[in-house]
């Protein structure tokens, strides 16, 4: 609960709660009766244990390491022997399970110098396994002659730091050399919104889209502030190759830059900014059952490329503050293609002005001006941020309070433990 405590100001509840559903959509594991069955029999071997534990008055940080084995290796375990994934991408806590066997082994043996140096020599087998493993998956590579670099150093170059959507691993990587913004990067557990996942599977799928499928595509792109799209072919060095059909774009869309099978294509829009002045009718207001149910889309996408809704302005004046400019009426709306949280606050020429979310996860401001207005649009985390704030204070004050309460309790112990007690 401490170490919750501490960082929770940084990993607040919010995104704690949307970590399980994403991290099962982006792996494909979807908890079910069958799991809840295997996860009350793990709870049930661990009551037994503590029964065990209890009568074998077993030492208590022994204790701790086993309860960590046990419930380490029914994650990995489960899933190599019984093919149960009790947590999605199971088999990438064995680090976790190793460090717990480990602990658990040493502890008893912390003083047999014997069992001690038969640990030691496995660890060296271990080791030795793991060096031959990372030996035959990395090497050293000319960073500037991959895919990954050079297309987002292209972004970088040419893009003037709109919004991209980056293929595969170039979108894992890219943000390692670049600072260009995207769509999508790494990782999906934390997507904010499931519209959001929606968009870019259907993007990479084309899943029933048909004939329909560039159409549908560019409609997400467009929605989502996309300035260009990055396509992997089949004959690309980029490593997932995610896209169903590559060449859906070819002849639709302008090309950008071309190299081998790695293309770059312009999504054309009537402006670049990521603010746009709409009415409120053509706010998206249904959220779409699937990637292909884009009619709510229509009339939010036509508001961007409406010569008769004004322009407006946007920069960013940090990491958490806006500034839009426009000249609006009292009924036009302004959205913000950016993700929705309740912590975004707005005020239109110093009044503050309503904020909310469309249905597909983006910011929607209500300024209520009548003529030139300034928006300041600034993030700060809401009633959220206050109490993860106060909490990581609690935690600070209980890292230093729960070791003097305890030491105090041991002495207290001592002093009542009769004479002739020689405290060491």
């Not at 549908?216 to 896209?243: C, D, H, N």
């Not at 190299?259 to 709409?278: C, K």
């Amino acid at each position: 609960i401490l170490a919750y405590l501490l960082v929770c100001r940084w990993l607040p509840p919010s995104i704690v709660l949307s970590i399980p559903g994403n991290a099962q959509a982006s792996d494909g594991t979807h908890f079910g009766k069958f799991h809840l069955i295997a996860l009350g029999a793990v709870l049930v071997f661990l009551a037994a244990l503590h029964v065990v534990f209890e009568r074998a008055r077993t030492d208590r940080n022994l204790r701790f390491f086993l309860y960590f084995f046990v419930c380490s290796a029914c994650v990995v375990l489960g899933k190599l022997w019984g093919d149960v994934a009790l947590l999605p991408q199971p088999v990438r806590f064995h680090l976790e399970m190793e460090m717990a066997l480990i602990a658990a082994v040493l502890w008893p043996l912390r003083l047999n110098r014997v069992g001690i140096a038969v640990l030691a020599l496995l660890c060296v087998v271990q080791l030795s396994t793991y060096h031959r493993y990372a030996y035959a998956r990395t090497g050293p590579i000319e960073i500037t002659s991959t895919i990954e670099y050079r297309m987002a150093k292209w972004f970088e170059e040419h893009m003037a730091g709109q919004r991209v959507f980056a293929p595969g691993s170039v979108s894992i990587w890219m943000n390692t050399f670049v600072d260009t913004p995207q769509m999508v990067g790494c990782c999906g557990q934390s997507i904010p919104s499931f519209e959001q996942a929606i968009a870019f599977v259907t993007i990479y799928s084309d899943m029933n889209a048909g004939n329909r499928a560039a159409e549908i595509s560019e409609l997400w792109l467009k929605a989502y502030g996309v300035a260009a799209i990055g396509i992997s072919g089949p004959r690309s060095s980029e490593f997932y190759k995610p896209f169903a059909n590559p060449q859906k774009f070819e002849g639709l869309l302008p090309v950008l830059w071309r190299e081998g099978d790695n293309v770059v294509y312009e999504v054309p829009r009537r402006s670049w900014s990521l603010a746009h002045v709409i009415l409120p009718d053509q706010e998206v207001r249904h959220a779409p059952v699937n990637g292909l149910d884009v009619d709510s889309l229509r009339p939010f996408v036509a508001a961007l490329d409406d010569p008769t809704l004004p322009f407006a302005e946007m920069r960013w004046l940090n990491s958490h503050q806006i500034q839009i400019s426009a000249r609006l009426t009292p009924e036009q709306r302004v959205s913000v293609q950016t993700s929705y949280a309740p912590g975004w606050r707005a005020s239109a020429n110093g009044i503050p002005s309503r904020v909310h979310s469309d249905a597909v996860g983006l910011v929607v401001i209500e300024p209520r001006c009548d003529g030139v207005c300034t928006i300041d649009l600034i993030y700060d985390g809401g009633r959220e941020a206050t109490w993860t704030r106060l909490a990581q204070g609690i935690g600070l004050i209980g890292c230093i309070v729960w070791p003097l309460l305890k030491n105090a309790g041991q002495g207290l112990r001592y002093r009542n433990a009769g004479p002739g007690l020689q405290l060491i």
